[in-house]
T-cell receptor, first 113, second 112 residues
Framework: DAGVIQSPRHEVTEMGQEVTLRCKPI?????LFWYRQTMMRGLELLIY????????DSGMPEDRFSAKMPNASFSTLKIQPSEPRDSAVYFC???????????FGQGTRLTVV | ELKVEQNPLFLSMQEGKNYTIYCNYS?????LYWYRQDPGKSLESLFV?????AVKQEGRLMASLDTKARLSTLHITAAVHDLSATYFC????????????FGKGTRLSVIA
């Protein structure tokens, strides 16, 4: 398996623009997590899905953030409109649940100018 | 709310020396994970500890878990430069398909 695949790897956008981050989890995994990593706040959970259903989105910072998982092999995280404070590395991770660890994608480095 | 604390947050150590990174967590859990992150890279799973007293070793790294003390340690033996990275511990508070809560990470620098 190729692991968790995220795209794009890097994104530079202007303030106010819409940004969409994409994630393909490991085949067969039934849980998907979106994390954000910054120097100041470390790794923060934004939202997670079990069996394609959003379970907890309390970590989503504002209404500008939304996430979807239309099927077991694809998820998106959208920011609209983007702001400079959204600049961070966004990681997607997936797991099989139970006692298995979460496997992380390579991340998307987002810069909002 | 589950809290995970690591210390130290920064560690500079000489090659050949031994050191221990500590990870404390605030609520009952018997599942703890250690990850490694190189600069600009993703998180790589190192160890999965699933029961009290669990000990796992890989090369110069050894991880242990004491669920009664809510403490995990990552011991580094005879450090080498290649171990320079940030190490995170993470706890699964509810088990099953729930997200991990991460510590802030320990940035390790091994110098000659």
């Amino acid at each position: 398996d190729a692991g968790v695949i995220q795209s794009p790897r890097h994104e530079v956008t202007e303030m106010g623009q819409e940004v969409t981050l994409r994630c393909k989890p490991i085949s067969g995994h039934n849980s998907l997590f979106w994390y954000r990593q910054t120097m100041m706040r470390g790794l923060e959970l934004l939202i997670y899905f079990n069996n394609n259903v959003p379970i907890d989105d309390s970590g989503m910072p504002e209404d500008r953030f939304s996430a979807k998982m239309p099927n077991a092999s694809f998820s998106t995280l959208k920011i609209q409109p983007s702001e400079p404070r959204d600049s961070a590395v966004y990681f997607c991770a997936s797991s099989l649940g139970g006692t298995t660890e979460a496997f992380f994608g390579q991340g998307t480095r987002l810069t909002v100018v | 709310e589950l809290k995970v604390e690591q210390n130290p947050l920064f560690l500079s150590m000489q090659e050949g020396k031994n050191y221990t990174i500590y990870c404390n967590y605030s609520t009952t859990s018997d599942r703890l994970y250690w990850y490694r992150q190189d600069p600009g890279k993703s998180l790589e799973s190192l160890f999965v500890l699933l029961s009290n007293g669990a000990v796992k070793q890989e090369g110069r790294l050894m991880a242990s878990l004491d669920t009664k003390a809510r403490l995990s340690t990552l011991h580094i033996t005879a450090a080498v430069h290649d171990l320079s990275a940030t190490y995170f511990c993470a706890v699964d508070s509810l088990g099953g398909n729930t997200p991990l809560v991460f510590g802030k990470g320990t940035r390790l620098s091994v110098i000659a």
